[in-house]
């Protein structure tokens, strides 16, 4: 089968973290601003608002202001990116960055797109992962799409936004398999989360970390991973390609601003984020929900946005999602 990556791969990213382990980040790093909002695209209980309110509770250890998170919901992200591209340039408001606010740009005509915005750093890379309520028959993917195929358009999968990555997936997952199912979009993850819950939706796609207090509590169970290798917080898990399913994908986490972010405001995340991912309260968190960290400076994380974009672009036009 052929392989669909939708995400370039990272590597050496992390090299340069080199506190000792276990070692606690100091509260050095100077900022411009007393208060820094955070916006977010997700509706509360989604990946990227539980990414943003987790890591404000750490960051106050670093850098010397107080953080709070806004969402921002609607146009799968339009909102949001024209509140970005239209604010002051100084620090005060930044944005939780994934693949929607590339994707969101290239298939919808807004009025400000990723173009209007200025990658910050990344921070994790995001596992992708396939899902059902506890109760469902279902125990692996494979089961799914054989049930899928028994009863073309009676399947409802579930995705966040409608110009998310995990749209694109589940929208190439159905190409790959051949399947007839409906797919049904959200405002965020945690929407998506009730609906499959309710037995509105047979699954979703999403991320570890929005799931992890209702895999405990049996509530939700995993039927693959879209990774190239089993996750090592759940080894029982098969990958999409070990259930014959031939994609591997990985979602970015990160910061982006206005255009024209002053030098003060890059360096002072330049420099805490390392020290956050090596804080043992927050290395704890995302090791719990397998976020993979994946630290890019300023430079590094906009040349991989512009470079993913541009991948983005053929790969939509190439299966007819666009136009050339």
Same mark, same amino acid.
């Given at each position: 089968?052929?392989?669909?990556?939708? @995400?370039?791969?990272?590597?050496?990213?992390?090299?340069?973290?080199?506190?000792?382990?276990?070692?606690?980040?100091?509260?050095?790093?100077?900022? &411009?601003?007393?208060?820094?909002? @955070?916006?977010?695209?997700?509706?509360?209980?989604?990946? =990227?608002?539980?990414?943003?309110?987790?890591?404000?509770?750490?960051?106050? #250890?670093?850098?010397?202001?107080?953080?709070?998170?806004?969402?921002?919901?609607?146009?799968?992200?339009?909102? *949001?990116?024209?509140?970005?591209?239209?604010?002051? *340039?100084?620090?005060?408001?930044?944005? !939780?960055?994934?693949? =929607?606010?590339?994707?969101?740009?290239?298939?919808? $005509?807004? /009025?400000?797109?990723?173009e209007d915005m200025e990658p910050l750093v990344n921070v994790f890379l995001d596992p992708q992962i396939i899902y059902t309520r506890g109760d469902s028959p279902f125990e692996s993917l494979a089961e799914v799409i054989e049930q899928a195929k028994a009863d073309p358009g009676e399947q409802r999968w579930g995705v966040s936004t409608? !110009?998310?990555?995990?749209?694109?997936?589940? /929208?190439?997952?159905?190409?790959?398999?051949?399947?007839?199912?409906?797919?049904?979009?959200?405002?965020?993850?945690?929407? @998506? @989360?009730?609906? %499959?819950?309710?037995?509105?939706?047979?699954?979703?796609?999403? #991320?570890?970390?929005?799931? %992890?207090?209702?895999?405990?509590?049996?509530?939700?169970?995993?039927?693959?991973?879209? =990774?190239?290798?089993?996750?090592?917080?759940?080894? $029982?898990?098969?990958?999409?390609?070990?259930?014959?399913?031939?994609?591997?994908? $990985?979602?970015?986490?990160?910061?982006? !601003?206005?255009?024209?972010? &002053?030098?003060?405001?890059?360096?002072?995340?330049?420099?805490?984020?390392?020290?956050?991912? #090596?804080?043992?309260?927050?290395?704890?968190?995302?090791? /719990?929900?397998?976020?993979?960290?994946?630290?890019?400076?300023?430079? /590094?994380?906009?040349?991989?946005?512009?470079?993913?974009? #541009?991948?983005?672009?053929?790969?939509?036009?190439?299966? !007819?999602?666009?136009?050339?």
């Amino acid at each position: 089968m052929r392989t669909f990556p939708l @995400l370039l791969p990272v590597t050496g990213l992390v090299a340069g973290l080199t506190l000792a382990a276990g070692q606690a980040p100091a509260q050095d790093v100077g900022y &411009p601003h007393d208060t820094v909002k @955070l916006v977010t695209h997700s509706s509360s209980g989604g990946g =990227t608002d539980v990414f943003l309110r987790e890591m404000i509770k750490h960051l106050g #250890e670093i850098i010397d202001a107080d953080f709070v998170v806004e969402n921002v919901t609607g146009g799968s992200g339009a909102k *949001a990116m024209a509140l970005l591209a239209t604010s002051p *340039a100084d620090g005060s408001i930044l944005y !939780g960055t994934t693949p =929607t606010f590339i994707n969101t740009s290239i298939l919808s $005509d807004v /009025e400000y797109t990723y173009e209007d915005m200025e990658p910050l750093v990344n921070v994790f890379l995001d596992p992708q992962i396939i899902y059902t309520r506890g109760d469902s028959p279902f125990e692996s993917l494979a089961e799914v799409i054989e049930q899928a195929k028994a009863d073309p358009g009676e399947q409802r999968w579930g995705v966040s936004t409608p !110009g998310s990555l995990d749209r694109q997936v589940m /929208e190439k997952m159905k190409a790959l398999t051949g399947v007839d199912v409906i797919i049904a979009t959200h405002e965020g993850g945690g929407d @998506l @989360l009730i609906n %499959v819950l309710n037995g509105t939706l047979d699954v979703g796609v999403g #991320e570890i970390q929005e799931l %992890v207090g209702q895999i405990e509590a049996g509530e939700v169970k995993l039927l693959a991973t879209y =990774t190239e290798n089993r996750l090592d917080a759940f080894p $029982d898990v098969q990958t999409a390609r070990e259930q014959g399913i031939d994609l591997v994908v $990985d979602k970015f986490r990160g910061l982006a !601003g206005p255009k024209g972010l &002053p030098e003060d405001v890059i360096a002072a995340w330049e420099q805490a984020i390392p020290l956050l991912l #090596e804080s043992p309260e927050f290395k704890a968190y995302y090791q /719990e929900g397998s976020l993979v960290p994946a630290f890019m400076n300023h430079e /590094e994380y906009g040349e991989f946005v512009a470079k993913f974009a #541009e991948e983005q672009k053929q790969f939509m036009a190439e299966y !007819g999602i666009t136009e050339d």
